[in-house]
């Protein structure tokens, strides 16, 4: 059983509030050893924190603004919120990016609360965990900046263009995919094979996006390995091998000391 790490899970999402801690048990069993839990709210940040501390060693949480909020965004306010996650132990900024696909805040919202965010991640010494969709030349814009201010990050469940994953890549950033590859829709082999070893990660994104057999059901940790197996078809790589790179590239871009070693 090859081990992995989720690199991004909403497990403080209230699907989960019945079960949580099988949720848990069942990702450890199949070959877990960390769980990134994104607060992608300054709430749900705030239930990944308890997450991680009843889970300590193999759940870690982060801290961000969706860019679905952004409307809401006040910089005087949610700054030094998010600022404190950081000091309790948050280990990245997000998930925080760009969304031009539903629009659900202004743009111009959106662009300023991530770039508000990327400020707080080159303060803190922090990646940042970027959301995009359809919104390809200003996340460009955004890893520039962020990368020139020394800050990585992760373009987490990917699915747009080689050209902006390989800006990422160029950037010392890596990119992260998702179930979604598992899907007869998802043909871009390519796209999988282009991201170095060291820059590739996997993530379940559940509750959302289960992979293929379990599409349209909740989705949990548990069943990465059936994202790692199809990215490992993809880039021709061997499976075991590929999973210990995902393990190192996470614990390297999220500063990760988990409870299991890898191998």
């Not at 950081?86 to 969304?99: K, M, P, R, S």
């Not at 379940?204 to 197996?229: C, F, H, I, M, Q």
Request: glycine share 6%; aromatic share 6%; proline share 5%.
């Amino acid at each position: 059983m090859a081990q992995f790490i989720d690199s991004h899970t909403h497990l403080a999402d209230q699907a989960f509030d019945d079960d949580r801690g099988a949720v848990i048990t069942r990702a450890r069993g199949a070959g877990a050893v960390a769980l990134v839990c994104i607060g992608e709210s300054i709430e749900a940040a705030h239930r990944a924190h308890a997450i991680a501390s009843r889970h300590a060693g193999l759940v870690f949480w982060t801290a961000g603004i969706h860019p679905h909020d952004a409307a809401s965004f006040d910089e005087a306010r949610d700054i030094p919120a998010l600022d404190a996650c950081l000091t309790d132990g948050a280990v990245a900024v997000g998930e925080c990016g760009l969304d031009y696909h539903y629009d659900n805040s202004p743009r111009d919202a959106q662009r300023a609360a991530v770039r508000a965010q990327v400020a707080l991640a080159a303060r803190r010494a922090r990646p940042v965990v970027i959301h995009t969709r359809d919104a390809e030349d200003d996340t460009r814009s955004v890893i520039a900046e962020a990368a020139a201010a020394g800050v990585a990050g992760v373009l987490h469940c990917y699915t747009g263009s080689a050209a902006l994953a390989t800006h990422a890549v160029d950037r010392g950033w890596y990119v992260s995919f998702s179930g979604i590859i598992t899907f007869k829709k998802f043909t871009d082999d390519a796209l999988l094979a282009l991201v170095p070893p060291t820059r590739v990660l996997v993530e379940s994104d559940a509750p959302y996006l289960a992979p293929v057999p379990y599409r349209g059901k909740r989705n949990e940790p548990a069943w990465v390995p059936l994202t790692l197996a199809r990215l490992a078809r993809a880039r021709n790589a061997d499976p075991t091998e590929l999973a210990a790179a995902t393990i190192e590239n996470a614990r390297r871009l999220f500063g990760l000391v988990s409870s299991s070693p890898a191998g």
